[in-house]
T-cell receptor
Framework: KAGVTQTPRYLIKTRGQQVTLSCSPI?????VSWYQQTPGQGLQFLFEYFSETQRNKGNFPGRFSGRQFSNSRSEMNVSTLELGDSALYLCASSLSRGWGEQYFGPGTRLTVT | GIQVEQSPPDLILQEGANSTLRCNFSDSVNNLQWFHQNPWGQLINLFYIPSGTKQNGRLSATTVATERYSLLYISSSQTTDSGVYFC?????????FGTGTSLTVIP
């Protein structure tokens, strides 16, 4: 079974731009969660999607948004990028909602200049 | 929100040594998981362990939910065990990672 895939793996953007990251879950998994990892704040939960609906959201501004498609693939969007958005963005998939056993993708490393 | 603290923050071991990593959490949780993040950033699921004890090869974990802690045991450590170990817990609508334990195994 193929693992969780994320694209792109690396990204460089300029302040003020927007960015879209993609995550394809393990086949059969319907829950996708997104996380941000920075040296200062560690790993933080962004949001969880299940059956195309956002089920839970972490403490991030509205510039961070996402969606999930009928095939369970998910995208995350960050608008009006700030330098502090530079981070490793990780997605994870699980069979059921509510953070069952999670399997992580390799991450997208975003650098904002 | 819940506080999830791990100890020790850093650990250096000689290959072959054993170690115990601890995860304390400040409130009741629905589940608890342990992950290993390798030097390339990939998070690997080690255990899904809301309570009780599980073993997988040289690794085992125990969660005592009533006392709000979990332990990860690594026996006969190998250089490939190096990396950062995270515990993570979930409540009804939030997911929290611990502060992490950075493990270095030297040959």
């Amino acid at each position: 079974k193929a693992g969780v895939t994320q694209t792109p793996r690396y990204l460089i953007k300029t302040r003020g731009q927007q960015v879209t990251l993609s995550c394809s879950p393990i086949s059969g998994h319907r829950s996708v969660s997104w996380y941000q990892q920075t040296p200062g704040q560690g790993l933080q939960f962004l949001f969880e999607y299940f059956s195309e609906t956002q089920r839970n959201k972490g403490n991030f501004p509205g510039r961070f948004s996402g969606r999930q498609f009928s095939n369970s693939r998910s995208e995350m969007n960050v608008s009006t990028l700030e330098l502090g958005d530079s981070a490793l963005y990780l997605c994870a998939s699980s069979l059921s909602r509510g953070w069952g056993e999670q399997y992580f993708g390799p991450g997208t490393r975003l650098t904002v200049t | 929100g819940i506080q999830v603290e791990q100890s020790p923050p850093d650990l250096i071991l000689q290959e072959g040594a054993n170690s115990t990593l601890r995860c304390n959490f400040s409130d009741s949780v629905n589940n608890l998981q342990w992950f290993h993040q390798n030097p390339w950033g990939q998070l690997i699921n080690l255990f899904y362990i809301p309570s009780g004890t599980k073993q997988n090869g040289r690794l085992s974990a125990t969660t005592v939910a009533t006392e709000r802690y979990s332990l990860l045991y690594i026996s006969s450590s190998q250089t490939t065990d190096s990396g950062v170990y995270f515990c993570a817990v979930s409540t009804g609508n939030q997911f929290y990672f611990g502060t992490g334990t950075s493990l270095t195994v030297i040959p």
